[in-house]
């Protein structure tokens, strides 16, 4: 069975960081794609996606030259820098069978789900 656990998060304060991990198990780790998404309301988007070479790496936009995704063998990270209140959401990490899935994040294309955590960036 595969899981995702998700820990890290809260509350901060602007310009500050936070950062997230997820532990995956029950899968065939190092033959996936894996990213990070964030929900608010009912949109749910692709924020960073890491494929299975360390040059394989996508970002939304607004997190750019902010953020940084990571993985090993069985965890992937979301280190969160300069953080904003737009960056308030849910953050859900994902993991695809597709090794392609990284670019773009499809979210589509993502299969298992974590449970979510909270980040909110407040004063």
């Known amino acids: 069975q595969v899981q995702l656990v998700e820990s890290g998060g809260g509350s901060v304060q602007p310009g500050r960081s936070t950062r997230l991990s997820c532990v995956v198990s029950?899968?065939?780790?190092?033959?996936?794609?894996v990213g990070w998404f964030r929900q608010v309301g009912k949109e749910r988007h692709g924020v960073a996606c890491v494929?299975?070479?360390?040059?394989q790496k996508y970002y939304m936009e607004s997190v750019k030259g902010r953020f940084t995704i990571s993985r090993d063998d069985f965890t992937v990270n979301l280190q969160m820098n300069d953080l904003q209140s737009e960056d308030t959401a849910v953050y859900y990490c994902?993991?695809?069978?597709?090794?392609?899935?990284?670019?773009?994040?499809?979210?589509?294309?993502?299969?298992?789900w974590g449970q979510g955590i909270q980040v909110t960036v407040s004063p």
């Open positions: 494929g299975v070479k360390d040059d």
């Open positions: 994902s993991a695809s069978s597709v090794g392609s899935s990284w670019w773009m994040c499809p979210r589509d294309s993502y299969e298992y």
């Open positions: 029950g899968w065939t780790f190092q033959f996936s794609s």
